[in-house]
C-alpha cells in the first residue's frame, strides 16, 4: 500500500503562491505517475496535472496551464504542485494521487489513480 500525505496548503491572496507537497510512504513510487487533483464546494473532482515516473512527461489541465508546475523528487519519495498567479476560481481541495500503471500523463486527465491522500484546503481570496 502507499501512504499519500499533503501539506502547502493554506490561505493567499490573489496574485499569489503557493507550493504543494505530496510525501508518499509505504512504497518507493519512483516508477508511480503521481498527480495533483481538486475538488470545489460543489463540484465535481477534476484533474490539476499529473507526471511520469521519470519526471519527463508531464501534462496539465488547460486551466492551470502556464500557471502549475508539477515536479517530483524520487529521492525524497515526493511530488509538488508550484502554483502561481492564484486565481479564486483555484479555491479547493488538493488531493495527490498515485498510480503504478506505466500510462502517459495525458491518461489521467480522464481517468482515475489507484492511490490518494486526504486533501490540502487552498482558498484564495479576491
Known amino acids: 500500500q502507499v501512504q499519500l500525505v499533503e501539506s502547502g496548503g493554506g490561505l493567499v491572496q490573489a496574485g499569489g503562491s503557493l507550493k504543494l507537497s505530496c510525501a508518499a510512504s509505504?512504497?518507493?513510487?519512483?516508477?508511480?505517475?503521481m498527480g495533483w487533483f481538486r475538488q470545489a464546494p460543489g463540484k465535481e473532482r477534476e484533474f490539476v496535472a499529473a507526471i511520469t515516473g521519470s519526471g519527463s512527461d508531464t501534462n496539465y489541465a488547460d486551466s492551470v496551464k502556464g500557471r502549475f508546475t508539477i515536479s517530483r523528487d524520487n529521492a525524497e519519495n515526493t511530488v509538488y504542485l508550484q502554483m502561481n498567479s492564484l486565481k479564486p476560481e483555484d479555491t479547493a481541495v488538493y488531493y495527490c494521487?498515485?498510480?503504478?500503471?506505466?500510462?502517459?500523463?495525458?491518461?489521467?486527465?480522464?481517468?482515475?489513480?489507484?492511490?490518494w491522500g486526504k486533501g490540502t484546503l487552498v482558498t484564495v481570496s479576491s
Open positions: 494521487a498515485a498510480d503504478q500503471r506505466l500510462y502517459a500523463a495525458s491518461y489521467y486527465r480522464h481517468f482515475s489513480m489507484g492511490y
Open positions: 509505504g512504497r518507493t513510487v519512483s516508477m508511480y505517475a
